[in-house]
């Protein structure tokens, strides 16, 4: 049987892709977030797509979903929010994650900050030009995050001064690439990415 891949109609979201894992059956569900809708960001961004297939190779069912044209973090969680909502009511037997990438890894870890229950959050190219992240210095959710080592919007040296302030658990893998958007270390990036989730939904860390 093909795995089920749809476009649900969510109350308050703007276009959606649903899609099961493949191989196997669910363990988890995941909502995975794009860049910024005001420069060119979609569900269909090349590191959220690899996000989202790393995730549903280790057994997440993802739902992705296109921010409204707003622009900001506080309009990106109340749409976030409503995907994970009905996607925790289409799951209610699976724990639950959120994934984000450059604007998207603010939303999801704003969200995974505030809604309780979240497995993890993932973040990827998260962006230091917007100033510190006050929920990550005491959220005790756990925490993901892959950064390349040539992230224009989050130089190393500023990111890792960022991180040190953030509450445990959490956890930093540098992507060897060559910008934001991890070229020339998307392979790298989704293997990383991969290893979040372990067979049966059990989580791996490493140390960083």
């Not at 899609?19 to 995975?32: K, S």
């Not at 962006?127 to 510190?132: D, E, K, L, S, V």
């Not at 293997?191 to 960083?208: F, H, L, Q, T």
Request: proline share 8%; with cysteine.
């Amino acid at each position: 049987m093909a795995r089920l891949i749809q476009s649900p109609v969510i109350p308050g979201v703007v276009d959606t892709l649903l899609e099961e894992p493949d191989p196997g059956p669910a363990r988890l569900a995941a909502v995975v977030c794009h860049p910024h809708p005001l420069h060119g960001g979609t569900m269909h961004n090349k590191v959220v797509h690899r996000m989202a297939r790393a995730l549903r190779h280790k057994g997440a069912v993802v739902l992705r979903f296109n921010f409204r044209k707003v622009g900001e973090v506080e309009a990106g969680v109340e749409d976030a929010r409503a995907a994970l909502a009905w996607l925790r009511e289409r799951y209610p037997d699976l724990p639950w994650a959120l994934a984000g990438f450059s604007f998207g890894a603010r939303v999801a870890t704003t969200l995974a900050c505030e809604e309780p229950g979240a497995q993890f959050v993932m973040a990827a190219g998260f962006p230091t030009r917007w100033g510190p992240p006050a929920h990550l210095e005491t959220c005790a959710v756990r925490k993901i995050f892959l950064q390349s080592t040539h992230d224009q919007y989050g130089p190393r040296a500023e990111f890792e001064q960022m991180y040190g302030g953030f509450a445990e658990p959490k956890q930093l893998r540098w992507i060897e690439s060559a910008d934001h958007f991890f070229a020339s270390g998307l392979d790298k990036f989704e293997a990383a990415a991969g290893e979040v989730i372990e067979p049966a939904g059990e989580s791996r860390y490493k140390p960083c």
